[in-house]
């Protein structure tokens, strides 16, 4: 590796360090990242872009570095990967605050269709299907895929109805007022997960406000006093309530749960993890929801409200 990052990059490093697919090593006492490049290689263009941008803006997102043919991909035994200057902490775990700020910081940025995933209803519609599809084709080879999945699909279709509802009574048909997001955020997450460009996608400000709360139900974390200081600096609309709640009721852990099992990266016992705590989720989104509601009137869930004060 060392005579790659010699040759692609007119850098010499004396030691590399090798984990989880990344490569990384110190020169001129600066640190470095030579990363798998996950993303649609189509992406890459786009991403670089967005990269320069909140660079631009001063946010300490780690810094695409191109390679000697000022390339940003650079292919290893036929494997794309990118290296990045890092500037962060990157063993420091991420807070909501550091979630908010980035949001808070990149209203208005560089714009790409392909990075945009705020078509939630179309593109939870589509996972559902080719799950439904899945499930038909693997038979009894995942019994606890098979015990649980028709409670999960029901609570995503709940999130498609809830989140399609509210666009039809806000007649909104178009959003343009998107941020910098992540794929997924969460309490567990290391600042490199939060400012490692790979993992950004453009969405409403209030995708990592959701998920980061979602993954902090599963990872055992009182996160109810970073939900506080939240709402105590930052203002949502009615509309962002309802999409914020709406995108809580999908179970987008359960999901990536679900394709790493598939993909073959995890065990499915692993779905336990979830499947035993969705009792305590379902208390979560009724206090949540009764915390939502003291600051806008948002439409119930039915079969969420024993106990809750509509």
């Known amino acids: 590796m060392k005579n790659v990052i010699n040759y ?3 850098l010499f490093p004396e030691n590399i360090h090798q984990a989880n697919h ?5 020169y001129n006492d600066e640190k470095y990242y030579l990363v798998l490049f996950d993303r649609p290689v189509e992406q890459a263009g786009p991403l670089y872009e967005l990269n320069i941008e909140m660079l631009k803006r001063h946010l300490l997102v780690h810094e695409i570095i191109l390679n000697k043919d000022k390339q940003i991909l650079t292919n290893i035994n036929n494997i794309p990967y990118v290296l990045m200057k890092v500037y962060v902490n990157e063993q420091s775990i991420t807070k909501l605050a550091d979630v908010n700020y980035i949001t808070t910081n990149t209203r208005m940025i560089y714009y790409n269709k392909l990075l945009n995933v705020s078509d939630w209803v179309n ?3 589509n996972k559902i299907d080719y799950i439904e599809y899945q499930i038909n084709q693997l038979g009894t080879k995942y019994p606890n895929i098979s015990d649980s999945i028709s409670y999960f699909i029901g609570l995503a279709e709940n999130a498609i109805t809830y989140v399609k509802n509210t666009y039809l009574d806000f007649k909104i048909n178009h959003i343009s007022d998107y941020v910098v ?3 997924r955020i969460k ?6 997960d939060a400012y490692n460009p790979l993992n950004l996608v453009l969405d409403l400000r209030v995708r990592d406000l959701s998920e980061y709360i979602k993954a902090g139900i599963f990872c055992d974390k009182d996160i109810w006093g970073e939900i506080e ?5 930052n203002s949502l609309t009615v509309f962002e309530y309802r999409l914020l709640f709406g995108r809580m009721l999908f179970p987008s852990f359960y999901f990536d749960i679900y394709d790493d099992i598939l993909a073959g990266k995890v065990e499915e016992k692993e779905l336990f993890t979830i499947i035993n705590k969705i009792n305590k989720y379902e208390d979560f989104l009724k206090e949540f929801y009764a915390y ?3 600051s806008a009137n948002i439409p119930p869930i039915e079969w969420l409200q024993d106990n809750v004060d509509t």
């Not at 990344?22 to 110190?26: A, L, S």
């Open 292 to 294: 939502i509601r003291i």
């Open 8 to 10: 692609y990059f007119n």
């Open 181 to 183: 997001s992540h794929r």
């Open 123 to 125: 593109l939870w519609s």
């Open 22 to 26: 990344r490569f990384f090593f110190k």
């Open 187 to 192: 309490p567990i997450d290391s600042l490199f």
């Open 229 to 233: 200081q939240y709402f105590a600096y």
